[in-house]
């Protein structure tokens, strides 16, 4: 009796010998192979196994798999993954009845995955993910009963998953996501019932989740999202004791929250987020004491958030935005210590923050905007220097903000806008060297801008809008170099532009209109080239609009009832500029809106306006402005509205 020898075709690896190409090699296979009969030792020699290959070399390997490999028909293990292989899989692999293992996957192979594999009765493991193959799945490889590991992903199959798949009942993997498969996901499913890992994600399956899967009690990880089901969610996924990842997510499931998932103890993943959920939450949640991560965000879910939640002591991230919950947030919260993002954002809720938070000592993540929260900030907010991103904007808050958050140095986005806030600006705010974003507007702070904000130097957007700030705008925060928004609108701001602004370079937006600001626009302002809008309406600006403006090439917006630039779309200067319309504004071909009503121009309107193919809105009112409207702006076909 000859000892049963394993054949190892590995191309992924460099041998001993080097092979000029795949079909030098199979040839040298299929030689062996030839030869075995004779002499199980000659091939011994040569064969290698897993372990001596550990430590080779990778070598690249292109062009299509040669037909004769089928001949093969001995070789128990085929690997030919991550190469650069292409063309269609040979329907003659079907030939090899003793292959045991066939891994083809990170290739560039298309085409169909011929029926012919069906016949691979013996095989164990299929890998043909990361390719570009098309097509259906053949039902035919529902006959490989042995096979325990499948995994197609990331290829371009379509069409239904056929009802044979159901027959493979030994299998522990399967794995077709990202892919272009449609229909329904197939109650046949359920009678894999060896099934440890089932993902589908991201692909075309839409109608009910199927009962049966709640048969699949091995089942550890499952994986639906980014699909189109609907319906309910089962309630016999609850006999799932022994999941540890459900991911439905991104779907359009309707209906209640099953309070049967609260018996999946095992859970540490539960995203059921984006869908159209409705109803209460489910007390039983709470008896998930292994869930890390519980994200339910963009539902219709109501009613309180049930204090058990608060049992959760692992949870690391809990997100229930986008809902509609009402009622205060469970004081229960402060047990969950673990607990590092917390979105709230976008419900009905209200109260005010529970002094319990004080107890999470690990949160990075505290996103409460758009309730009915109200109050003042408790001092005990970043007390441990771990807070990130502190989003409460479009609520009821009212008060100062706590000194402890002058102190935040680990603040990188912050949104207290849309409150009413008090205090002193130029003492409230301290230095954040990690800051990206801050959102102080529409608030009642007063004060002075603090050249503090000039020593912020990863500040991105920087918004103080419709306050009652006063003094002038510090020239420090011309050192901001990657500023892009800067946001001053409609406060009490006197003085003049600071020159500093010149070094702003990658500043896309400027607003400062309704100030006092005076004097004149600083010819500095034309090193502002990535300008898409700029602002500088109702303001005391006078003297004439500089020609550097016709160099803002990108500007859309260019409101001067006062101002003009090239990226901008929208500009508006109204001021008591005087002079004439400078006829490098007709260098701004992205224009969508000018306003320069409101100053005191003169002469003519440039023709050089009728250059402006994109402008919507032109308002010259109120100006000293004389002649004929020219001809070329006459035939202007996109202006909406001139004024």
């Not at 080779?56 to 028909?73: A, N, R």
């Not at 128990?76 to 293992?101: H, T």
């Not at 077709?176 to 499913?189: D, F, M, R, T, V």
């Amino acid at each position: 009796m000859v000892p049963k020898i394993f054949y190892f075709l590995m191309f992924f690896t460099l041998f001993t010998v080097t092979f000029a190409s795949v079909e030098e090699a199979t040839a040298l296979l299929k030689w062996n192979a030839n030869v075995l009969s004779q002499n199980n030792s000659l091939l011994a020699s040569w064969t290698l196994s897993t372990d001596a290959c550990r430590g080779c070399s990778l070598v690249s390997y292109s062009g299509p798999i040669p037909i004769t490999l089928g001949d093969l028909t001995e070789l128990n293990v085929l690997y030919l993954y991550s190469n650069q292989l292409s063309g269609p899989i040979p329907a003659e692999i079907g030939k090899m009845k003793s292959l045991e293992y066939l891994s083809l996957w990170s290739n560039n192979l298309s085409g169909p995955i011929p029926i012919t594999l069906g016949d691979l009765t013996k095989l164990n493991i299929l890998y043909l993910y990361s390719n570009q193959l098309s097509g259906p799945l053949p039902a035919e490889i529902g006959k490989m009963k042995s096979l325990e590991y499948l995994s197609l992903w990331s290829n371009n199959l379509s069409g239904p998953i056929p009802i044979t798949l159901g027959d493979l009942t030994e299998l522990n993997v399967l794995y077709l996501y990202s892919n272009q498969l449609s229909g329904p996901i197939l109650a046949e499913i359920g009678k894999m019932k060896s099934l440890k890992y089932l993902s589908l994600w991201g692909n075309k399956l839409s109608g009910p989740i199927p009962v049966t899967l709640g048969d699949l009690t091995e089942l550890k990880l499952l994986y639906l999202y980014s699909n189109q089901l609907s319906g309910p969610i089962p309630s016999e996924l609850g006999n799932l004791k022994n999941l540890n990842n459900l991911q439905l997510c991104d779907n359009q499931l309707s209906g209640s929250i099953p309070s049967t998932l609260g018996d999946l103890t095992k859970l540490n993943i539960l995203y059921l987020y984006s869908n159209q959920l409705s109803g209460p939450l489910p007390a039983e949640i709470g008896k998930m004491k292994s869930l890390e991560y519980l994200s339910l965000w963009s539902n219709n879910l109501s009613g309180p958030i049930p204090s058990e939640l608060g049992n959760l002591k692992n949870l690391t991230r809990l997100d229930l935005s986008y809902n509609q919950l009402t009622g205060l947030v469970p004081v229960s919260f402060g047990n969950l210590r673990n607990l590092q993002t917390l979105n709230l954002a976008a419900n009905e809720l209200s109260g005010s923050i529970p002094k319990e938070f004080a107890y999470l000592d690990n949160l990075v993540l505290l996103s409460m905007s758009f309730n009915h929260f109200s109050g003042h900030l408790p001092e005990w907010l970043c007390k441990d220097g771990k807070l990130e991103i502190f989003v409460v904007n479009g609520n009821k808050f009212t008060g100062p903000i706590p000194r402890s958050l002058s102190k935040c140095s680990s603040f990188k986005r912050v949104r207290f806008n849309n409150n009413s806030f008090t205090g002193d600006l130029s003492e409230t705010f301290g230095i954040y060297p990690e800051l990206l974003f801050i959102d102080l507007s529409d608030n009642d702070f007063h004060g002075e801008l603090s050249s503090n904000w000039g020593k912020c130097k990863n500040l991105i957007d920087l918004r103080v809008a419709r306050n009652n700030i006063s003094g002038s705008i510090p020239p420090e925060i011309g050192n901001v170099k990657g500023l892009l928004g800067l946001d001053l609108s409609s406060n009490h701001l006197i003085g003049q532009i600071p020159k500093e602004f010149g070094k702003l370079t990658s500043l896309v937006k400027l607003s400062v209109q309704n100030n006092n600001i005076s004097g004149y626009i600083p010819e500095e302002l034309g090193s502002l080239t990535k300008l898409e809008s700029l602002d500088l309406s109702y303001n005391r600006l006078n003297g004439s609009i500089p020609k550097c403006i016709g160099d803002f090439m990108h500007l859309f917006q260019l409101n001067l009832s006062n101002k003009d630039f090239v990226h901008l779309f929208q500009l508006n200067l109204s001021n008591k500029f005087g002079q004439n319309i400078p006829k490098d504004i007709g260098r701004i071909t992205q224009l969508n809106v000018l306003d320069l009503s409101y100053n005191l121009l003169v002469g003519g309107i440039p023709p050089q306006l009728a250059n402006l193919k994109v402008l919507v809105n032109l308002n010259l009112s109120h100006n000293g402005l004389s002649g004929r409207i020219p001809k070329e702006l006459e035939s202007s076909s996109g202006l909406h509205d001139v004024v």
